[in-house]
Every structure is written in structure tokens, then in C-alpha cells.
């Protein structure tokens, strides 16, 4: 039986919601706590939408009304990037959309590879739209003969037995898994074996990983049950 995942349409963008894969590049950044990592992507999609608009300048006030996230916490997060507004002017929105590119690491190329090319991942294979968040995926694997050897966006699909010369040579570090949870395991030791630095979880279990290996989960599952539990609470 082919370890596929299971059917889903939606693709995913959220890896710009928590980029918690170390930058490549020479500038290293202090550590954050997830909820302000997560809060970051936010201001970033504003401040992209106002310098495409030509806006100059915006407040944390302004961003805190787009968004609602309270100003306070806007100018606090802010200045763990050691960006700080000018007084009854604000921030200078493209200098502090060049500043949140780089600090979360979207201008630096993480090289990908997806384990389990069906429904799912073959959308993120697809969605050549990662790439503006600095994510190159190079390299799909698939345990369906049927797939293996063909063409997703561009990409040849492989076994498993491509896994190690496919991370050597493209210095892959991130490990994507959309298999059904039963490989989830399997595919992270694989992934882990053969020298990826983090993994990006889509399956709605969660994997061990090494010491050293870090993990990131996307589990569209929980959203969804959060989602339906509010909706029947509401009506109640």
C-alpha cells in the first residue's frame, strides 16, 4: 500500500507563521519566544501591503488597527529587532519590512525536500509561492511506484533510496512530512539519517526527533477542531 497522505485541497503557507529553522546567513539573531515569532509574519504582511501601497511611514497604532494586536506589544516585539519608531512619525515601512525579512530569515534560501507526494504535498510542491519566504523545495519522495519517477512542479519524484544524495547535494536542511500519521516516525528517521537540520510536521501526530533537530508542526487537524468546537459552542 502507498504511503500517501491523506486527501486534502488547501495549500499550506504557515512555515512564514513560525520560522523556527536556524538562518543561514552570518547574522545571527537572539532567541524569541514562539508567540512573538509567530506575531512577526503578521506586521510583515501589513507593511509589504502599505509599501506597495506607497505609504512612508506607519505607527505601531496603525499596524495595532490593521491587525488587532495591541500597540504596546507591536512596539515590544518590534524592538527585539531593534527597530524603534520615530517619535509622532512612526516606522519608515520599508525599512521595517527589509528588517523583518531578514530577521525571520525569508530573504536567506532554506533548501526542502517533501516526504509523501500526494494530495498535499504535491500542492507544496506546486506552490512555487514558498519561495518568496526563502523556502527551495528541491526534492520529493514517494513510496507509490506509480509516482516515483515523475514530474511535480518541476521536481522528479524519487524513492527512498535518492533520499541521502538528494540532502548532499543540494544542502537540503529542512525535511517537509505529508504522509499519513502511521509513517510520520519512519519518514522523520529517514529524513534525520540523512542529515536534514529541521522538520516541517503536517501529519497530525507528533514525531520524536534527535537532539540537535529541530521541529515544527502544522497540524491541520487541530485547527480544524478548534474551529468546529467554537462554532458548536456559539450555537449553544
Known amino acids: 500500500m502507498a504511503h500517501l497522505p491523506e486527501s486534502m485541497s488547501e495549500k499550506m503557507r ?3 507563521a513560525v520560522n523556527t529553522v536556524p538562518s543561514q546567513s552570518s547574522k545571527k539573531h537572539d532567541w524569541l519566544p514562539e508567540p512573538t515569532l509567530r506575531r512577526l509574519p503578521w506586521y510583515l504582511a501589513y507593511v509589504a501591503m502599505l509599501r506597495r501601497d506607497g505609504v512612508e511611514y506607519v505607527s505601531s497604532r496603525g499596524i495595532a488597527d490593521a491587525i488587532g494586536v495591541d500597540a504596546s506589544q507591536i512596539a515590544k516585539d518590534l524592538s527585539h529587532l531593534g527597530v524603534r519608531g520615530k517619535t509622532r512619525i512612526g516606522y519608515e515601512v520599508a525599512a521595517l519590512e527589509r528588517e523583518l525579512r531578514d530577521y525571520l530569515g525569508f530573504d536567506t534560501g532554506h533548501n526542502a525536500v517533501i516526504v509523501g507526494v500526494g494530495s498535499l504535498g504535491g500542492a507544496l510542491i506546486q506552490d512555487r509561492g514558498l519561495q518568496r519566504y526563502g523556502l527551495n523545495i528541491v526534492g520529493g519522495i514517494d513510496t507509490n511506484t506509480d509516482i516515483v519517477g515523475t514530474r511535480a512542479g518541476g521536481i522528479v519524484i524519487s524513492g527512498y533510496e535518492a533520499l541521502p544524495e538528494i540532502v548532499a547535494d543540494n544542502d537540503v536542511t529542512v525535511g517537509i512530512v ?4 502511521r509513517y510520520a516516525q519512519d519518514a ?3 529524513l534525520m539519517e540523512a542529515g536534514v537540520r529541521a522538520i516541517w510536521n503536517f501529519t497530525p501526530t507528533r514525531i520524536r526527533v534527535r537532539e540537535g533537530v ?3 508542526n502544522t497540524s491541520i487537524y487541530s485547527h480544524l477542531a478548534v474551529m ?5 459552542s456559539a450555537e449553544q
Do not use: G, K, L, S
Open 14 to 16: 504557515n512555515f512564514a
Open 178 to 181: 505529508t504522509v499519513p500519521a
Open 188 to 190: 522523520a528517521e529517514r
Open 214 to 216: 529541530i521541529i515544527t
Open 228 to 232: 468546529y468546537n467554537r462554532i458548536d
